[in-house]
């Protein structure tokens, strides 16, 4: 089995696609002590984005679970969980809606919509470079964005700091966003595609004696199956 990577401009998408969690990762950076860069992730969020050919009538809707936060420290979590920055007992989620989506050329998608911290709202632009379609072995065809952009954190209430005394402060305020998304496309619309596409003598030429492999059939397991638990 193997993935095929089609290359198609932004323009040929079209359909409604679902986030995969999995292959995908929203991270972030921001200074400490003015002199290094602390990395952390959300690791639990869900999205859907639909399109029209060309880029018409596009959305995008997503929803980070905030208490999902992760730097690799226990201790610098739970603060980021407490009520100095996210306030998660009170804020569980993280929420971006899009209003404005357009194609800049064949590989660039630009992105404005309103992203929620807090109860706060504020807009935001992200250019996401477009890496092309595949189709997965278990035919899912998959759209890869990745986009980065940089936000005051100050903006959406999460304004604790502390002063240097050689100057500056602990936390930077400006914090970049970096995400990559892998997006499925709904199975029917992939089936559908799939179907229209199909040559019609082709529907008319299944070899009556080719032997069924019932033991290999996803519905009954078998080996297919497996992979598809084990990778979904």
């Keep these: 089995m193997t993935t095929t990577l089609a290359t198609a401009g932004l323009a040929q998408l079209a359909g409604t696609y679902t986030i995969d969690p999995t292959h995908s990762e929203i991270g972030f950076t921001a200074r400490h002590a003015m002199v290094t860069k602390v990395r952390g992730a959300f690791t639990e969020f869900e999205g859907t984005a639909s399109t029209a050919a060309g880029i018409r009538n596009a ?11 992760d730097t690799g420290n226990a201790d610098r979590d739970g603060h980021l969980l407490s ?16 209003t404005h989506i357009s194609a ?9 919509g309103d992203l929620t911290i807090k109860d706060v709202t504020r807009p935001v632009a992200i250019d ?20 980065e952009v940089a936000v ?10 502390a002063a240097l005394e050689t100057g500056g402060v602990l936390v930077s305020e400006t914090v970049n966003l970096a995400i ?3 997006a499925i496309r709904n199975a029917d619309e992939t089936a559908a ?29 078998g080996f297919v199956g497996w992979l598809k638990k084990l990778f979904r």
């Design 59 to 69: 959305t995008i809707d997503l929803t980070i679970k905030a208490g999902s936060v």
């Design 180 to 182: 990559e998304v892998s």
């Design 152 to 161: 005051n954190r100050k903006d959406f209430g999460l304004v604790w700091n």
């Design 193 to 221: 595609v799939a179907v229209a596409d199909k040559p019609a003598a082709a529907e008319n030429c299944a070899d009556e004696n080719a032997p069924s492999d019932a033991t290999d059939s996803p519905a009954r397991g």
């Design 83 to 98: 009520a100095d920055f996210f306030d998660v007992e009170q804020y569980p989620a993280i929420r971006f809606t899009s």
């Design 104 to 112: 800049v050329g064949d590989d660039t998608l630009h992105v404005e």
């Design 128 to 147: 996401f470079e477009y890496a092309g379609v595949a189709t997965d072995p278990f035919g899912n065809e998959r759209v890869g964005l990745s986009g």
